[in-house]
């Protein structure tokens, strides 16, 4: 059974949608990388309803959900109140909580504030650190082609980074670091639409790669190990996410494990979608046998 609506949270209305809503295993909510962005993208995921509801929620202020012009509400402990609003709104006493990229920020922030009823989480491709992301990046940049180097610098210390040529480096670090399959150019038309950059520039910045907005400081790496409930870190080989961090991330979390898709870099979702989603399901089956 499927459905889809509307919850009334804190700055307006969010969309969601839930797959498989009848089946019998603990439902899984899946939190959208971004900030700023859509569940559209993570569409895939709903294979995961094979024996358990999967829910999806474009955050306040991109996708279906309203657009607020309040520039205020876009801070994350915002968006952890819309999280526990949405959960209640629904009646979801015990969840899976899965976050993608600014996802995992958001879940790690969540959990961090002890709600009930999360059985686990799973933090895929994960930013839990503001500055470990920056100097990721900083050794991701060095291992393009010397002019993306140089333009990438140039641009964000002259603040053009809406200039071609930026757009074209950004390009070459996204094939290297983001997506490495084919580009889909109907998907990227209709996610472009879905997308709100006034929530991405008020919190993260103008690009990837330098924190200039309100999660500049954000940093719980050592709060992780706080976190007791079951615990999967994932990412890409190729991952601006990288194995390195993640693989530390989830040294520092009790009961927690790692796990590297080979062949995909920001997006193992659409790049190794079998596989993903063989991890992601055998996790949260094994979790419930044991619960």
């Known amino acids: 059974m499927y459905q889809d609506g509307f919850v009334e949270v804190t700055g307006g209305r969010v969309y969601y949608e839930i797959y498989n809503q009848d089946a019998a295993g603990t439902p899984v909510i899946i939190l959208h990388g971004g900030p700023g962005t859509s569940t559209y993208s993570l569409k895939g995921l709903k294979a995961l309803g094979e024996d358990r509801p999967v829910i999806m929620y474009d955050q306040l202020g991109c996708g279906k959900s ?13 968006f952890v109140e819309e999280l526990g609003q949405v959960r209640e709104a629904l009646k979801f006493d015990e969840v899976h909580i899965l976050g993608h990229s600014w996802g995992t920020t958001l879940a790690a922030a969540y959990c961090l504030t002890k709600p009930s009823g999360v059985k686990s989480v799973i933090f895929s491709s994960p930013c839990l650190s503001a500055p470990l992301w920056e100097e990721d990046q900083k050794r ?12 990438i610098r140039r641009c964000e210390a002259e603040g053009t980074t809406d200039s071609a040529e930026f757009k074209e480096a950004i390009a070459a670090f996204s094939k290297e670091f983001v997506f490495r399959g084919e580009p889909d150019f109907e998907w990227l038309k209709v996610g472009a639409g879905m997308r709100n950059p006034e929530v991405y520039q008020t919190m993260w910045g103008p690009s990837e790669f330098t924190v200039l907005g309100n999660l500049k400081t954000f940093d719980c790496t050592s709060e992780l190990k706080e976190i007791y409930c079951p615990t ?12 390195e961090t993640t693989e530390y991330y989830s040294s520092v979390t ?3 494990e790692f796990h590297v898709f080979e062949e995909s870099a920001h997006m193992p979702y659409m790049e190794e979608p079998e596989e993903y989603l063989q991890v992601i399901g055998d996790f949260l089956k094994k979790v419930d046998e044991k619960s």
């Open 66 to 78: 309203d657009r607020p012009t309040d520039s205020s509400l876009w801070n994350i402990d915002r």
């Open 254 to 256: 009790p009961n927690s």
């Open 232 to 243: 999967l870190y994932t990412c890409g080989r190729y991952d601006e996410a990288t194995p």
């Open 140 to 151: 991701n940049i060095a291992k393009l082609p010397a002019d993306m180097q140089e333009t």
